[in-house]
Nanobody, 112 residues
């Protein structure tokens, strides 16, 4: 049972990245999924969530209109499309199932 994030990297302000989180070992299609992030010296914060079918999505105010969460249940993968990135989006990004199962995280650095 695991979650594996990928897709992080270094990007300039205003740029875009798409994060992926591949799930294995459980019935992915039955579970709502979320993305969190943790910046240096700060607590982990919720970013976005999606229902098991993708019928609803929710976003933190800080990313609303810039980030899009989606999923492909055939591929057991949840995505986070991040556009118009800002310096303050720099963090380690984690996917989670119910706040219990966590991936190892992927670093996103926004820098000029």
């Amino acid at each position: 049972v695991q979650l594996v994030e990928s897709g992080g990297g270094l990007v300039q302000p205003g740029g875009s990245l798409r994060l992926s989180c591949a799930a294995s070992g459980f019935a992915f299609r039955l579970h709502d999924m979320s993305w969190y992030r943790q910046a240096p010296g700060k607590e982990r914060e919720w970013v976005a969530s999606i229902s098991n079918t993708g019928s609803w999505t929710r976003y933190a105010d800080s990313v609303k209109g810039r980030f899009t969460i989606s999923r492909d249940n055939a591929k057991n993968t949840v995505y986070l499309q991040m556009n118009s990135l800002k310096f303050e989006d720099t963090a380690v990004y984690y996917c989670t199932r119910a706040g219990i199962l966590w991936g190892q995280g992927t670093q996103v650095t926004v820098s000029s």
